[in-house]
């Protein structure tokens, strides 16, 4: 059987969690997020945020998240600004459209979106009634190419965003990732001032299942509830999200789970750029995007599974090799091997 390095969600759960869910099982808990294990999530989630007044709801999932969150927090003639690359563009089915929002796709070579894109957007569209409205600014960190914000960045994103009463929301199915990442100046502190909204993603990051919406804006807080239920996101066994996070929150577990598949992933770069390929983009998360010939793929494939993501040229193209919390060194040692024998 070959090795996946497709995505970081193949395997099951940390054991840990596994372990708590196993020990829980028996206790009898309110419904639909009122468990005692969803409750002190939320009080650790706002403790690590440094923020009392924020709510968190857990979710299954990031399209879940991303479907609630927007469709929740504009009114029907306003739109989504967003990186050509953005989750919600490219891989939700049209999810966030389905709705009746506009999604505003910006071309990047990085998965990043600057001010001066926005400010494009905004300018383009100021027939007032007879265009749609910009309203809301979707990023993901990491992002879809492994990159990440730094706080600079952010806060010139918050920056535009408030000026021009904008919301601002992060994607974070791979904020553990993002936060891991040695280059990363970013505090969840720091996310928590700079964001109206943001999800802490659990799915990709040794949960079973599970991401964690966080809400700093007060004034989008109110009757979020009705969103969540409507759209089949709120779970009558809403505990086996709140445990999960509790135990991810445990001693910094998220962290530790992000940084070693960071770890894996940075082995795995270095070996290709040691041995002469290039990279897509510069990235310091799980996800790296070597660019190889297409008959160096095909060697590649006969024993492990990824994407190819985007063709270069007739000869050659770019693959996503992704790694996860639970990634063997055996694997990745393996692997390098085999990236080795190409050249």
């Known amino acids: 059987m070959k090795f996946s390095f497709k995505n970081d969600y193949s395997e099951g759960c940390h054991p840990r969690i596994l372990q708590a869910l196993l020990e829980s099982n028996l206790a009898q808990q309110n419904g639909y997020g009122l468990d005692d294990y969803c409750l002190e999530a939320e009080r650790l989630i706002q403790e690590k945020v440094n923020n009392p007044k924020a709510k968190v709801y857990f979710v299954s999932g990031g399209t879940q998240a991303n479907l609630t969150v927007i469709s929740a927090f504009l009114r029907p003639h306003e739109s989504v600004v967003s990186a050509e690359t953005g989750h919600i563009f490219t891989n939700e089915t049209g999810a966030i459209e389905a709705t009746g929002h506009k999604v505003h796709a910006l071309e990047t070579e990085t998965g990043k979106i600057t001010p001066a894109q926005i400010q494009i957007v905004l300018d383009a569209h100021r027939n007032i009634p007879h265009q749609v409205k910009q309203k809301l600014v979707y990023i993901s960190n990491s992002t879809e190419l492994g990159t990440i914000y730094s706080k600079n960045e952010l806060q010139n994103l918050s920056g535009i965003c408030r000026v021009n009463k904008l919301f601002l929301f992060m994607d974070g199915a791979r904020l553990s990732q993002a936060l891991a990442a040695e280059t990363n100046d970013l505090a969840l502190e720091d996310i928590a001032q700079l964001t109206d909204a943001f999800y802490w993603g659990g799915t990709k990051n040794g949960a ?136």
């Open 208 to 343: 079973l299942i599970g991401e964690a919406i966080v809400i700093n804006n007060i004034e989008l807080q109110e009757e979020f509830g009705f969103h969540l239920k409507q759209k089949g996101a709120l779970l009558a066994k809403g505990r086996l999200l709140g445990i999960q996070f509790k135990e991810l929150l445990r001693d910094d577990l998220y962290l530790n789970l992000g940084k070693h598949a960071n770890e894996q992933a940075m082995k795995i770069k270095n070996a290709f750029t040691e041995n002469g390929f290039q990279m897509l983009t510069e990235t310091f998360t799980n996800q790296i995007f070597p660019i190889l010939k297409n008959s160096e793929i095909e060697k590649l494939a006969e024993n492990f599974d990824f994407y190819v993501w985007k063709k270069i040229d007739e000869e050659s193209s770019a693959i996503r090799v992704i790694t996860s919390w639970a990634t063997a060194e055996e694997v990745v040692d393996v692997f390098i091997q085999k990236i080795k024998s190409l050249k």
